[in-house]
């Protein structure tokens, strides 16, 4: 029997699914909860979150950075830098220096950011920012996707996923003998553009939702790249990749849909399984993704 629990957090729809007999009371509960810490941990829309003192200056200790700020640099490295998490003060001056809901105006300026390996340093006292802001929402959701769907998986001893917000990471099989979770891609207009089964993690990111307009009447999008430090104008509108963790979908997807073709092309020297639809919906597959 399948069990969902659904709720909001990191300002997304979450979705939590197991298959089993019973429905799983604490395990989902212990799910949630695991959603709202990591939300006051990395918002940076919270002041006491670790990301905002970071960007206050303050050295921070904390075993959960320990965890997730090497992820965060090997991103950086792996795409070639097309994943920056440092990106915060392009964000703010395009306007996105606040919740999306209320999210208005600002004027873009070219503000690449500093490479990470010499900004972000870990001294015996602890995490600091030798120069620029964080931002890590472009690697948390997913990476708390995966240990939200770890964590029901090993809790029920039964199959599980995870959705937040598009970020999908599953674990064992939908049905016996499926290898995995039959997962649909939808295309700009809501057409179904390719479903199949996947076995680990599917992430999606688009240009065309979180979008407004700037101070003097253009379009800006919260998806900025590090090589101009402007909201990326990209011949893709949406980006699909299929990776082992939800983690590595999500900045792979993030990547591709910034680098554009050039970002298609790493992600296929990688061997990354990428999916990118142009606004027409036309695909560009890179040779690792699995055909419908």
């Known amino acids: 029997m399948e069990h969902i629990e659904s709720f909001r957090a990191m300002d997304t729809g979450i979705d939590l699914i197991v298959i089993a007999d019973e429905r799983p009371m604490l395990p989902f509960l212990e799910a949630r909860l695991l959603f709202d810490q990591q939300e006051e941990r990395f918002s940076r829309f919270r002041p006491s979150s670790l990301v905002s ?52 105006g600002g004027a873009p300026v070219p503000l690449p950011p500093p490479d990470p390996r010499t900004a972000i340093e870990r001294t015996t006292a602890g995490w600091r920012l030798c120069e620029g802001r964080l931002d890590l929402g472009g690697i948390v959701k997913g990476w708390t996707a995966d240990l939200a769907a770890e964590h029901l998986a090993a809790a029920t001893k039964a199959p599980a996923m995870v959705n937040a917000g598009g970020d999908i990471r599953c674990i064992g099989e939908e049905a016996p003998g499926r290898g995995g979770w039959e997962l649909t891609v939808e295309g700009p207009s809501g057409e179904t553009a390719w479903s199949g089964i996947v076995a680990g993690a599917l992430a999606t990111s688009t240009t065309l939702r979180r979008r407004w307009t700037t101070a003097d009447g253009r379009t ?4 900025i790249d590090p090589r101009t430090g402007l909201p ?9 990749v299929i990776a082992p963790t939800c983690r590595e979908a ?43």
């Open 53 to 104: 003192r970071l960007n206050r200056g303050e050295t921070v200790a904390d075993p959960w950075l320990d965890a997730i700020l090497p992820l965060a640099l090997a991103a950086w490295e792996t795409t070639d830098g097309l994943f920056n998490p440092l990106i915060l003060p392009a964000l703010a001056a395009a306007g996105y220096d606040r919740t999306f809901s209320t999210v208005s």
């Open 220 to 223: 800006a999008h919260h998806l």
């Open 232 to 240: 990326a104008a990209s011949p893709f509108v949406q980006v699909s």
């Open 250 to 292: 999500e900045t792979w997807a993030k990547a591709v849909l910034i680098g554009g073709h050039e970002g298609l092309e790493l992600a296929a020297l990688r061997g990354v399984a990428a999916f990118a639809l142009a606004a027409d919906g036309s695909p560009s597959p890179t040779p690792s993704w699995t055909a419908p």
